[in-house]
């Protein structure tokens, strides 16, 4: 089994900063890309950021400048910093992983969600 555990969400301030980390752990061959998704109530899950194993990063258009995406491949884990908060930042937050498992195919898995909310 793979499993993927966020950690970092939580309450800021508008123009405030927060870091999320994601730390895949379990039956792990390759990891190949990760990212960060959002979601909020009504809406569809969309990219934040994701990195591949050449550390390649991608980003949404709104958020180049002020969110950073990295990864240590040693351990596993993927870091989402994030400046500058915004209100309309508020969101469900979704690490997300492609994983060659020791007994699955190449496959997506995703971790539970933080929240982030960016209020005063």
């Known amino acids: 089994q793979v499993q993927l555990v966020e950690s970092g969400g939580g309450l800021v301030q508008p123009g405030g900063s927060l870091r999320l980390s994601c730390v895949a752990s379990?039956?792990?061959?390759?990891?190949?890309?990760m990212g960060w998704y959002r979601q909020t109530p009504g809406k569809q899950r969309e990219l934040v950021a994701a990195i591949n194993s050449a550390d390649n990063t991608n980003y949404a258009d709104s958020l180049k400048g002020r969110f950073t995406i990295s990864r240590d491949n040693a351990k596993n884990t993927v870091s989402l910093q994030m400046n500058s908060l915004k209100p309309e930042a508020t969101a469900v937050y979704y690490c997300?992983?492609?994983?060659?498992?020791?007994?699955?195919?190449?496959?997506?898995?995703w971790g539970q969600g933080t929240q982030v909310t960016v209020s005063s």
């Open positions: 997300n992983a492609n994983i060659w498992s020791m007994y699955t195919n190449r496959r997506d898995y």
């Open positions: 379990g039956s792990i061959r390759i990891i190949y890309s």
